[in-house]
């Protein structure tokens, strides 16, 4: 799909992104190069992915083979939970390894700060993660940083990930906090449509990023009976009707693979018809799942604010 999409600073998103979590440096690098190959203009990295030096190297690569120019793409990475505290040295080391002058989109990776023990992982003597309590350093805080850095031009665009509604409201209601956030990239599939959170984000005007769009690891989605009658009926793969249903949700799906032929077959959409998009929004209510779930001693996904 070519569809794109508008931010509330103007400028525009291509409706597909190439997910890179869990793909290792030499594996992203020629997934990235083939996605761009393959018509993506949209490749969505992390701090903690450690393959930024893979993507930069692709996408240096690919505007050379092509002439196209850096503004054509839209890249995307997001500031690591150990760095919340210096979030202008954390996306310049980004930039850095990225080998680019801005990205498009920098989101906080997590509503979670942790000590920055040059560590990303950084751990107390008993083994949990240690994390900095919310009175002494919260996503607000973070928040209000990445806003200058975006002011700065290092960032065309802020978001954050993996917020539920309790805490964007509690960010968007704090004074200083000027700037909406462009993007929310949370874990999104028919198993996990987050319905309420969708609505609440558009009307803020706050564009959804769907990552796991099949599911994570082992695609379980395309077992799925419901996406595998409507793959016969369209005529396509299982993996098409859950992108196609987000696409048509105007959400952005970031679809990973390391596998040419899969990388090339998640760009492409089919227009579902209304009713097969409401077959793949009931899909939820028998099979409702969280698959990406990690275990930092906070509550993320509960409905305090303050974790
Ligand atoms: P691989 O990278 O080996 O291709 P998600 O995007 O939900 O995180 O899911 C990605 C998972 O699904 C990865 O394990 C990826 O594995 C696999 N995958 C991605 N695209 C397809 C596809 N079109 N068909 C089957 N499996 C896919």
């Given at each position: 799909s070519t569809k794109t999409l508008k931010l509330n600073t103007g400028a525009t998103i291509p409706v597909i992104g190439l997910g890179t979590w869990q793909s290792p440096d030499e594996e992203c690098y020629s997934a990235v190069l083939s996605a761009l190959h393959a018509g993506y203009r949209h490749i969505d990295t992390a701090?903690?992915?450690?393959?930024e030096e893979a993507v930069g190297k692709a996408v240096a690569q690919y505007l050379k083979e092509s002439g196209t120019s850096r503004d054509k793409l839209f890249i995307t990475t997001k500031l690591w939970c150990s760095e919340v505290q210096d979030p202008e040295k954390a996306l310049k080391e980004s930039l850095e390894r990225l080998n680019l002058e801005y990205v498009d989109l920098y989101l906080m990776h997590w509503p979670v700060s942790m000590v920055n023990r040059g560590d990303l992982f950084p751990k107390t003597a008993s083994g949990t993660t240690e994390i900095i309590p919310f009175d002494k350093w919260n996503y607000v805080e973070t928040y209000k940083i990445m806003q200058k850095l975006y002011k700065a031009g290092l960032t065309k665009a802020i978001g954050i990930s993996n917020f539920n509604i309790p805490k964007i409201d509690y960010l968007l209601a704090?004074?200083?906090?000027d700037v909406v956030p462009a993007c929310l990239q949370v874990e999104i599939h028919p198993y996990l449509p987050q319905f309420d959170l969708v609505d609440y984000c558009t009307k803020k005007g706050i564009l959804v990023e769907c990552y796991s769009p099949l599911g994570s690891t082992g695609a379980p989605l395309l077992k799925d009976p419901a996406l595998i009658k409507l793959g016969e009926k369209y005529g396509v793969s299982p993996a098409c009707i859950a992108i196609s249903w987000a696409v048509a949700r105007d959400t952005i799906p970031l679809p990973k693979s390391v596998h040419e032929e899969r990388i090339v077959s998640n760009l492409k959409v089919v227009d579902l018809a209304d009713e097969d998009i409401s077959l793949v929004d009931a899909v939820s209510k028998t099979t409702a799942k969280r698959l990406v779930k990690p275990e930092w001693g906070v509550d993320i996904f509960g409905d305090s604010a303050k974790l």
């Open positions: 701090r903690i992915y450690q393959n704090q004074s200083g906090v």
